[in-house]
């Protein structure tokens, strides 16, 4: 497709479930992101990838956090034993390089409510 | 530390000029964006700034004086689909090149 996909758009789960996130990036972008949005607040960072670098994991709020980008792609954020702090809106973006203007491309994020 | 401050609420009416203020505080800094994100949307690009001065983009205009750490974006002949929430993006090469963002600034614009 032509934009950044991410998967499922919305998430229904309970306490202490393991929840799966999927993003698809832009066809031949080598950076991606990962963030959080809470209602009504601005986007926390979470994680990056940059082609075959270590991903910088600075932002994950907790071991139950864990990504990983197969074959400089798709990516997947996984929370494992969820819990009601971790409703909110989970962002994807993807940019071509790592340029001076580094515009990130935003995917239209998944739902998670965590009941 | 790390911290990026905007208004969190601007009103302004159809027609007028509305600027949005960013300061930031970053123990790096390699470029300013501003977003635009509608209620419900993924945010989207609307400009970058990497050196002192004003880079204007059709009814949007962004300025970036980097000694002071200071930012405005500057929205010219509001019309109501301007209404969104404006987020102030820093680049911070320091660990790496993640870019901070601020907690946003929601725009009102009324008739």
Same mark, same amino acid.
Request: one cysteine or more; a neutral charge; proline letters at 4%.
């Given at each position: 497709g032509?934009? $950044?996909?991410?998967?499922?758009?919305n998430? $229904?789960t309970e306490?202490?479930k #393991?929840?799966e996130?999927r993003? #698809?990036?832009?066809s031949?972008? &080598?950076?991606?992101y990962?963030?959080?949005q809470s209602?009504?607040q601005?986007?926390?960072?979470?994680?990056?990838f940059?082609g075959n670098?270590?991903? #910088?994991?600075? @932002?994950l709020?907790s #071991?139950?956090?864990?990504?990983?980008r197969?074959?400089g792609s $798709?990516?997947?954020? &996984?929370?494992?034993? &969820?819990?009601?702090?971790d409703?909110?809106?989970?962002?994807?973006?993807?940019?071509?390089d790592?340029g001076?203007?580094?515009?990130?491309?935003?995917?239209? @994020? &998944?739902?998670?409510? $965590?009941? | 530390?790390q911290?990026?401050?905007?208004?969190t609420e601007?009103t302004a009416t159809?027609g007028?000029?509305v600027?949005?203020?960013?300061? %930031?505080?970053?123990?790096?800094?390699?470029?300013? /964006?501003?977003?635009?994100?509608?209620?419900?949307? +993924?945010p989207?690009f609307l400009s %970058?700034n990497v050196l002192?001065?004003l880079?204007?983009k059709g009814r949007? *205009?962004? /300025?970036l004086?980097r000694?002071?750490?200071?930012?405005?974006?500057l929205?010219?002949e509001?019309?109501m689909k301007d *209404? +969104?929430?404006y987020?102030c993006?820093v680049?911070?090469p320091?660990?790496g090149?993640?870019?901070i963002?601020?907690?946003g600034?929601?725009?009102?614009?009324?008739?």
């Amino acid at each position: 497709g032509a934009g $950044v996909s991410q998967s499922p758009s919305n998430k $229904v789960t309970e306490k202490g479930k #393991d929840v799966e996130l999927r993003c #698809d990036p832009i066809s031949g972008h &080598t950076a991606l992101y990962w963030y959080r949005q809470s209602l009504g607040q601005g986007l926390e960072f979470l994680i990056y990838f940059q082609g075959n670098s270590a991903p #910088d994991k600075s @932002g994950l709020p907790s #071991d139950r956090f864990s990504a990983e980008r197969t074959g400089g792609s $798709v990516s997947t954020l &996984t929370i494992q034993r &969820t819990q009601q702090e971790d409703s909110a809106v989970y962002l994807c973006a993807s940019s071509s390089d790592f340029g001076q203007q580094e515009t990130q491309y935003f995917g239209p @994020g &998944t739902r998670l409510l $965590v009941l | 530390g790390q911290n990026i401050d905007q208004p969190t609420e601007m009103t302004a009416t159809e027609g007028a000029i509305v600027q949005i203020n960013c300061t %930031y505080q970053t123990s790096g800094f390699n470029g300013l /964006f501003w977003y635009q994100q509608h209620a419900g949307e +993924a945010p989207t690009f609307l400009s %970058y700034n990497v050196l002192d001065g004003l880079e204007e983009k059709g009814r949007f *205009s962004s /300025f970036l004086s980097r000694s002071k750490g200071y930012s405005y974006l500057l929205l010219k002949e509001l019309q109501m689909k301007d *209404s +969104a929430s404006y987020l102030c993006a820093v680049r911070d090469p320091t660990g790496g090149f993640k870019t901070i963002f601020g907690a946003g600034t929601r725009l009102f614009v009324k008739a």
